[in-house]
């Protein structure tokens, strides 16, 4: 049994936590949001007045916050009350340069720490079957595993500081990519009056595999599950994939890797996003692309 402070107990953090809970840790929570908070007691969760109250005592630090800045002010505010040794992990979605500057305000406050960016969604959180992309040292890795595990499917180590997030923003650059090549190809089955069947068992078993057609099938029909079946209720909303493209070319120009498709992709989720997509699965980019023949 470890002591855990969880602060950002939104959408991914409160199932997060209930699943730490569930495996037999004391978990202390804070949020900035009441109903969040509420959520948080009735999994399970001790909620802290604050979020320095919630680090006090406490073994392991996670955090699950919108973006960069939040990470790094969240860090730099608790860190000096920690104690030595204590491990600090953050599966906030966040650039690069910001994870390794939280990385750097926890080793001048002797603390251990690992970037762990999760995939897998809401519904991975509520089923403990995320996958972790951490990076760190292995001393901090080490320490995370065993704590991460009842939140995890999967748990990779991708090597030193911001090694996670770049795993993370590289990983959706490929899933908003393949997942507009896929929706393009049945908009052009449809203009060629081919069937959305008949182009998924044909791509399905050919060259033209991947996960956002056999997984996530962008259309109604062939694979059951997909957010296309429930008027692409999400999932992954539209809004999350433009931040983690984003995050992508901002990381790409930063570091000087050309990416053309990604810089498209990230063009066209903006404009799926301004006409209304923000709160859509991101699959729903199929009926933008449709939406825009002539
Ligand atoms: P969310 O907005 O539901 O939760 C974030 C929480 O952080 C909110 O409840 C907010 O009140 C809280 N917060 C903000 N500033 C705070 C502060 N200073 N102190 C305490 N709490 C604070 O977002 P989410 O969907 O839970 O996502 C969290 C992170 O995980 C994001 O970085 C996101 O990109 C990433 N992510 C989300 C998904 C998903 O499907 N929702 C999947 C993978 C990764």
Redesign the pocket.
């Known amino acids: 049994m470890t002591t855990i402070a969880f602060?950002?107990?939104?959408?991914?953090?409160n199932p997060m936590a209930a699943n730490l809970v569930r495996a037999g840790h004391v978990v202390r929570g804070?949020?900035?949001?009441a109903a969040?908070l509420s959520a948080a007691t009735a999994n399970g969760v001790t909620v802290a007045a604050d979020?320095a109250a919630a680090v006090e005592g406490a073994e392991v630090v996670i955090t699950?916050?919108?973006?960069g800045k939040?990470v790094v002010a969240?860090w730099a505010d608790i860190a000096p009350k920690a104690a030595k040794g204590t491990l600090f992990i953050d599966s906030?979605?966040?650039d690069v340069d910001s994870a390794r500057k939280a990385h750097a305000i926890a080793a001048s406050h002797g603390l251990l720490s690992i970037d762990a960016?999760?995939?897998g969604?809401?519904g991975g959180a509520a089923a403990g079957t995320l996958t972790f992309m951490a990076g760190g040292a292995d001393e901090a890795f080490a320490r995370a595993e065993p704590i991460l595990e009842p939140m995890a499917g999967r748990i990779v180590h991708c090597g030193g500081d911001g090694a996670g997030q770049a795993a993370k923003i590289c990983n959706n650059m490929i899933l908003g990519i393949s997942m507009i090549g896929v929706c393009e190809a049945f908009v052009l089955a449809e203009k060629l009056g081919l069937s959305h069947q008949a182009l998924f068992d044909v791509a399905s078993t050919s060259s033209g595999q991947c996960w956002s057609l056999t997984t996530y099938c962008p259309v109604p029909g062939p694979v059951p599950a997909s957010p296309a079946n429930r008027d692409y209720k999400p999932g992954?909303a539209a809004a999350?994939m433009l931040?983690d493209l984003r995050l992508a070319q901002e990381a790409a120009s930063a570091s000087g890797a050309v990416t053309p498709m990604g810089a498209e992709a990230a063009q066209l989720y903006a404009l799926f996003n301004a006409q209304g997509g923000a709160d859509a699965d991101f699959s729903g980019i199929v009926e933008f692309l449709r939406g825009r023949a002539g």
């Open positions: 602060i950002g107990l939104g959408n991914m953090g804070f949020d900035l949001v969040n979020a699950m916050l919108p973006a939040h969240v906030s979605t966040i960016p999760v995939s969604g809401t992954f999350l931040k």
